[in-house]
């Protein structure tokens, strides 16, 4: 089957079932696949805030690739850009060398981005997966202090490679690893267990200490200013400067994994900018590769830039499609605060239709979490939470749980979403809750 779309000729083969053993995901991708299981659908095009599945069934996407999608998929302009690089022959691969598409990337992102807010931050492309960054992170920070502990926190998620396994919480993700993930300290995050921010700060101070006893101190404080697959935990400005202050005290590099909340997805550029901190470290991935394209970036301050040419290296740590849809996300939703304004107003817009559906089934422990667009709606019972994924989807919404038991619903629309379309998805989910509930 043919189809067309934005101009392109798609060749789409005919729809396969996808249940049983004999379609070929069944058959022969390994058992690792996950997201293909809470939405089983063979995806073939999208649009903004719509993907497509093959048989021309249409979806709003609350999901947007857990934060990759932030301008919607397919955006016209970055498309456009990427293919007019394609076709008029630009470099693809080319290792870290310097490319007309990453100086244009670097020009603009210290122009929209570093110098608006003051940050003289060196920008280092690892390989261009979020874990990827955090473990530049991890190395860069051990060999700027020389030392080994890191400190991180409870329901935190940081990737799944060895040492971004290691801060984080997930304990079915970090079985995984089969082997000891050593010298990490784990403090609360603020709220969990109803833990306030006083007490969660003084439990950091102890782990601090603690690090200084036992092992000459801590090189590296990492967290999410909200947690993402933590379960949409919102952390207070109040909170994040006393972490900021303690990381200073104790001479440890404060990072700042912004791999799923940044790229405005807060409301700000960065999630920790109303906090007004200063991170050491800040990693971003996922949607600051615009379309979707793989890229990652860790961005530490000058003097911290300690790394001997090549120490840390990778073949593919600078995709150059990726830096070209990067530049024109930049350039079209960032140099002003239309994007920002916009993420507002929907944030309060799913916040109020969050607290209706809250409203509307006193009795079943409801709560709404997060901010921008990055909200969630938590229940206390996970079955419910598994519920109301799933009706979702049978009503042409996809949707993601997250939280240690999977007990929130996670809402993350692309930024971009249209008025017609939040709308709709909202109207989907507050008809899963009330299916899931009766
Ligand atoms: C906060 C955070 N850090 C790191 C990662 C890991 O990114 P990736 O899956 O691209 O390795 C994720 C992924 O969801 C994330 O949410």
Not at 208 to 218: H, I, S, T, V, Y
Request: charge should be negative; aromatic fraction near 6%; glycine fraction near 10%.
């Amino acid at each position: 089957m043919a189809m067309t779309f934005s101009g392109l000729l798609l060749d789409i083969p005919a729809p396969t079932a996808l249940a049983g053993p004999s379609d070929i995901f069944t058959r022969r991708e390994s058992n690792v696949r996950s997201y293909c299981r809470s939405f089983p659908a063979v995806f073939a095009t999208s649009r903004g805030a719509t993907m497509w599945d093959e048989d021309g069934r249409a979806y709003i996407d609350f999901f947007a690739g857990a934060g990759t999608v932030n301008y919607g998929h397919n955006e016209p302009r970055m498309v456009q850009a990427v293919v007019e690089y394609l076709t008029g022959g630009g470099i693809v691969h080319s290792l870290d060398m310097h490319t007309v598409a990453k100086r244009a990337f670097l020009e603009e992102f210290e122009r929209t981005v570093l110098e608006p807010r003051g940050m003289a931050h060196r920008v280092q492309c690892p390989g261009p997966t979020g874990t990827n960054a955090v473990e530049a992170a991890l190395k860069l920070a051990r060999k700027v202090t020389g030392r080994r502990t890191v400190i991180a926190f409870s329901n935190g998620y940081h990737g799944m490679t060895l040492g971004a396994l290691a801060v984080t919480a997930n304990p079915q993700a970090r079985a995984g690893a089969g082997v000891p993930l050593p010298h990490v300290r784990v403090a609360p995050y603020e709220g969990n267990h109803g833990m306030a921010t006083d007490e969660a700060l003084e439990a950091l101070s102890q782990q601090l200490r603690l690090a200084e006893q036992e092992d000459g101190g801590a090189a590296a404080i990492i967290l999410e200013c909200i947690q993402g697959e933590g379960g949409v935990n919102a952390a207070s400005p109040v909170w994040l400067r006393g972490v900021a202050e303690r990381a200073r005290a104790h001479g440890a590099l404060l990072i700042v994994d912004d791999i799923q909340a940044g790229c405005g997805r807060s409301g700000t550029f960065f999630s920790f900018e109303p906090a007004g901190i200063e991170p050491d470290i800040i990693l971003l991935s996922k949607a600051i590769g615009g379309v979707g394209m793989p890229m990652a970036l860790v961005l530490h301050r000058p003097e911290h830039d300690c790394w001997q040419p090549g120490e840390h290296n990778g073949t593919f740590r600078g995709f150059n499609l990726a830096f070209v849809a990067a530049t024109a996300a930049l350039r079209h939703f960032w140099r002003d605060d239309t994007l920002a304004r916009s993420v507002a107003t929907n944030g309060a817009i799913v916040r109020e239709a969050l607290l209706d559906m809250v409203q509307a089934h006193p009795g079943c422990a409801l709560s709404v979490r997060g901010r921008g667009l990055m909200q969630g709606l938590r229940c206390e019972d996970p079955a419910l939470a598994a519920r109301i994924g799933r009706a979702a989807w049978d009503r042409g919404l996809v949707i993601e749980r997250s939280g240690r038991e999977d007990e929130v619903v996670k809402l993350m629309p692309p930024l971009v979403i249209s008025d017609d379309e939040l709308r709709r998805g909202l109207a989907i989910l507050a008809e899963a809750v009330h299916a899931a509930i009766h």
